[in-house]
């Protein structure tokens, strides 16, 4: 029930049959609803449009969204809605009918409540593509910080340095193609989805879509990772021969894990009636953790361990001792956060 935003009530109820036109149908949904890229449509007994002005969020819990009728007449109407969560960002579209007076075939035929969730594929694909990004920002600069600075002052060999300078540079600049190349073909094919819900433009949606909480965040996170490859581009050589943890990495670092809690807050845990705040907060740990572990491998055996072939072996074990105990950490972080998260869904 929390993966879209999905009706919980009706009011009126679905095929029930009324005395009088009520004032309003109002619907209460299990997500909190985005007011602007959201929509809800009825027609009257003669087919024509009978709802008034824009439809609403309650301002006092925006899980009910709701529209105003003109109407009076007897006889069936039938309430088309589509809507945008901004808890998870998802889209669901639905309909339903209700009669006043007297109870038709099509009452009992539209009655029946028809709910469509859209969530693709290429969507998903998307967000695939970001979290790879951000995985390696965020396994190249820990890494830099955690493993590679503490071995520095036992490896001063400058072939090693530019080997690891420019692997690193090839890493962090694809990182952050990636979460730029996730988050744009992100915003397009929800744009497009919404376009098809709203029956607008594309640039008209697009405005739309950026304003609610999923393409706002997504701008974001956009926006951050294009911060953190100039950032390391113009400070590269000194990120990489200080030896000390520098302001700027932490900078660095503070940015891609808000590109992170920036991810955790548009997801099914924020729909959760379970402490969202601590939900969200574990979810961005999750992420960070699964990132750490996996991309860091990844990270130490393409850019470090080559680097260091021709050192001291001891040398070596030093560097793998050290990322086994942060390879430790993130993985069993990862494992514990993985069960809160399996447990809340």
Known sequence: VYAHATPITYEPESGSILEHVPDRVRIHFSERIE??????????????RVDKEYPWVDPHDPHFFGINLTHREEGTYTVS???????????????????????TASA????????QHITTIPQAA???????????????????????????????NLDTFVHIKNRMTIFVIFGVFCVVLGVSLFIVIKTFDLQQLRSADF??????????????????????????????????AALLTSKEFTKTEAFLVFLVLLMLLNRARVSHAVASHFYPSLSIFINFLHLAFKELWIWGVI??????????????????????????????????????TGAYIVWLH
Request: with cysteine; hydrophobic share 50%.
């Open 299 to 336: 990270i130490l055996t393409t850019v470090f361990l080559p680097a260091l072939k021709n050192t001291a072996s001891t040398v070596r074990f030093a560097l793998v001792s050290s990322f086994s105990k942060v390879a430790a950490l993130a993985f069993g972080g990862a494992g514990v």
């Open 35 to 48: 007011q602007n890229a959201s929509g809800i449509t009825i027609f009257g007994p003669n087919g024509s």
């Open 108 to 115: 009992l035929a539209g009655g029946q409540i028809q709910i």
């Open 203 to 236: 640039f008209t949606t697009l405005r739309v879509f950026l304003k609610t909480t999923d393409g706002r965040y997504a701008l974001y996170r956009g926006l951050f990772a294009l911060l953190v490859g100039a950032i390391f581009l113009f400070r590269r």
């Open 81 to 103: 809605w589509q809507v945008v969560s901004a808890d998870d960002g998802h889209f669901t579209k639905g309909a339903f009918s209700f009669s006043v007076g007297k109870e």
């Open 126 to 156: 998307t967000i695939g593509i970001e979290l790879v990004g951000q995985a390696i920002l965020l396994a190249a600069f820990l890494l830099c910080a955690l493993v590679w600075r503490p071995l520095q002052n036992r490896e001063a």
